[in-house]
T-cell receptor, first 112, second 114 residues
Framework: GQQLNQSPQSMFIQEGEDVSMNCTSSSIFNTWLWYKQDPGEGPVLLIALYKAGELTSNGRLTAQFGITRKDSFLNISASIPSDVGIYFCAGHLNNAGNMLTFGGGTRLMVKP | GAGVSQSPSNKVTEKGKDVELRCDPISGHTALYWYRQSLGQGLEFLIYFQGNSAPDKSGLPSDRFSAERTGGSVSTLTIQRTQQEDSAVYLC????????????FGEGSWLTVV
């Protein structure tokens, strides 16, 4: 069953607004990854986090690996229309080797 | 190639027919994954290959689904006697196989069963 709870499921925002989404789990993760999927494409890696407490930025994107290793958030600042897509969190569960577990996705819509 | 390559990109098949989906991972990547994504849904794990180890088939939804990886590179996902509920995007991904390493996805094979 689903081990990663991602929220919100969808967001409709105005261009220029900041966006925040998060993933939580009752299980401990060794890594957290954030992917973006454009329509008709495969997911593309945005940010990878490898250490509890790690805060990493990639342009307008910022993500953090929660101290408890059970959660992560992704922030997008000053959203633009091309930010539209589905954002997935993913992680490697402790003791699950290289298996990657995905959240259910957050569908982001940006109004120009 | 530079990225994960999948074929066909689109496939429409009749219910009951068998289909084969192909994945060519990034050169040098020893780990290969298949995921399924139904319309508007998240990614469902199907199967994982790592080097010469026995594959992790724990995500395959039924015995109609099988996958092979020949020569440690190209993989084929086979769906026998397709059903309408098999309609989805089938995504292949690969990684170096190191614990915790990020994985990179292909663009997917869109399967429609009519």
């Amino acid at each position: 069953g689903q081990q990663l709870n991602q929220s919100p499921q969808s967001m409709f925002i105005q261009e220029g607004e900041d966006v925040s989404m998060n993933c939580t789990s009752s299980s401990i993760f060794n890594t957290w990854l954030w992917y973006k999927q454009d329509p008709g494409e495969g997911p593309v890696l945005l940010i990878a986090l490898y250490k509890a407490g790690e805060l990493t930025s990639n342009g307008r994107l910022t993500a953090q690996f929660g101290i408890t290793r059970k959660d992560s958030f992704l922030n997008i600042s000053a959203s633009i229309p091309s930010d539209v897509g589905i954002y997935f969190c993913a992680g490697h569960l402790n003791n699950a080797g290289n298996m990657l577990t995905f959240g259910g996705g957050t569908r982001l819509m940006v109004k120009p | 190639g530079a990225g994960v390559s999948q074929s066909p990109s689109n496939k429409v098949t009749e219910k009951g027919k068998d289909v084969e989906l192909r994945c060519d991972p990034i050169s040098g990547h020893t780990a290969l994954y298949w995921y399924r994504q139904s319309l508007g849904q998240g990614l469902e794990f199907l199967i994982y290959f790592q080097g010469n180890s026995a594959p992790d088939k724990s995500g395959l939804p039924s015995d109609r689904f099988s996958a092979e990886r020949t020569g440690g590179s190209v993989s084929t996902l086979t769906i026998q006697r397709t059903q309408q509920e098999d309609s989805a995007v089938y995504l292949c991904a690969s990684s170096t196989g190191d614990i915790g390493n990020t994985i990179y996805f292909g663009e997917g094979s869109w399967l429609t069963v009519v």
